[in-house]
Structure formats: C-alpha cells, structure tokens
T-cell receptor, first 112, second 114 residues
Framework: DVKVTQSSRYLVKRTGEKVFLECVQDMDHENMFWYRQDPGLGLRLIYFSYDVKMKEKGDIPEGYSVSREKKERFSLILESASTNQTSMYLC???????????FGPGTRLTVT | GDSVTQMEGPVTLSEEAFLTINCTYTATGYPSLFWYVQYPGEGLQLLLKATKADDKGSNKGFEATYRKETTSFHLEKGSVQVSDSAVYFCALCTSSGNTGKLIFGQGTTLQVKP
C-alpha cells in the first residue's frame, strides 16, 4: 500500500514564526502536492512538484514556499506564519499525470 | 477555468436509505473524475474513479458514472450504513504535461443515523 506520512498531526505556532511541514511518501512517486483544507472551500492547491528540485505554484501560493531535495520528501514552508494560515494541510503524491493521488493524514496547524 | 460543483450538505439519512450526492463539472478536454472520502480525523481516501465517458466506477457499494453529455459524476449507494458517515469530495484531474492537478468540489458531509 502507498503510504504518505506527515510530520505532525497537530501544530500550534505563533504569528511570525517560520513553520516547516514535512511530507514523505514511500512509493517512488514523481508528483507531490500540498493542499490546504478549509470548511466550505474544499481543498485548494498550494504548490506541487513533478520532480526533485522542481516546483510549480498552485492556486494559492502566497505566503508559502516549498522544497524538494529528495524524491520522497516534500516540505511546505510558511516563512512568517499568520493567523489566516490556520488550516488543515494535506500532502499527496501520485505516480503519473492522471493517476489518483494518495493523501497523508493531514496536519492541523493553528497560528495564534 | 475548470471547476467542480457538489450538492451542499449536510445530508442526513437513516440507515439503509438510498444515497445520491450530485456532482457536476466544467472542464476543457477529457478529465478523469474521482470521488474521495474523508472520515473524521483522517486524510482523503480514493473511493472510486472513472477515466473516460460512460465508465462506471464502483467500490464498497458506491457507484458513479462518467456522463459527458450532462458533465456529471453523481455518487450513489443503494443502502447506506452508519459507517459511511464522512465527507465526500468529487474531483477532476486535468493533466498538465506529466503532472495531473486535482480540482475539488467543496465537499458534502453525510451523516447516517441508526
């Protein structure tokens, strides 16, 4: 079975802190994604990566950056956390362009 | 741009009732269509998928048919159980080079009462 793991299930940070969310997949997938999930808005794509060191902006990249130094690991970085970034963050991976994506359990981030 | 619209929830049903969750989409080209389910406190799991027109995806008693003429992918189950209580997301996948991007509907919460 594909396994996507995220470093924390719950995280509480203060405004202005730099925050790192880590995601690891074990299926040698080329593509990895970061979404945020908010009530009534569904999932929105923040960034994705189709290869090591490659990244593309999704629909809501402002305030975020990403890093993919190894194929299995995709990090989401909040350079200076703000309260409007309080959300559930979901990581996903897929092996091919039209394949289904496999999701991690999510990190619920609260910024105070 | 591409988009997915789901019926608003919450949907509350009694056990063994028939379930329909409507999903329509707007897309250029020929997207793949998916239903994902999210149980409380968990990430999303793929429930079923269809990759071309008239395909029927099915899993765990759930079904959905890719209807190109009506741009729909409605989710159905003949007899729901309490354990089906979850949030259901319809999504389409558009390919951009080698990478597919998922576009989600806003999700529909299903609550099944005993």
């Amino acid at each position: 079975d594909v396994k996507v793991t995220q470093s924390s299930r719950y995280l509480v940070k203060r405004t202005g802190e730099k925050v790192f969310l880590e995601c690891v997949q074990d299926m040698d997938h080329e593509n990895m994604f970061w979404y945020r999930q908010d009530p009534g808005l569904g999932l929105r794509l923040i960034y994705f990566s189709y290869d090591v060191k490659m990244k593309e902006k999704g629909d809501i990249p402002e305030g975020y950056s990403v890093s993919r130094e190894k194929k299995e690991r995709f990090s989401l970085i909040l350079e200076s956390a703000s309260t409007n970034q309080t959300s559930m963050y979901l990581c996903a991976s897929s092996g091919d362009g039209r394949d289904e994506q496999y999701f991690g359990p999510g990190t619920r981030l609260t910024v105070t | 741009g591409d988009s997915v619209t789901q019926m608003e929830g919450p949907v509350t049903l009694s056990e063994e009732a028939f379930l329909t969750i409507n999903c329509t989409y707007t897309a250029t080209g020929y997207p793949s269509l998916f239903w994902y389910v999210q149980y409380p406190g968990e990430g999303l799991q793929l429930l079923l998928k269809a990759t071309k027109a008239d395909d029927k995806g099915s899993n765990k008693g759930f079904e959905a048919t890719y209807r190109k003429e009506t741009t729909s992918f409605h989710l159905e189950k003949g007899s729901v159980q309490v354990s089906d209580s979850a949030v259901y997301f319809c999504a389409l996948c558009t390919s951009s080079g080698n990478t597919g991007k998922l576009i989600f509907g806003q999700g529909t919460t299903l609550q099944v009462k005993p």
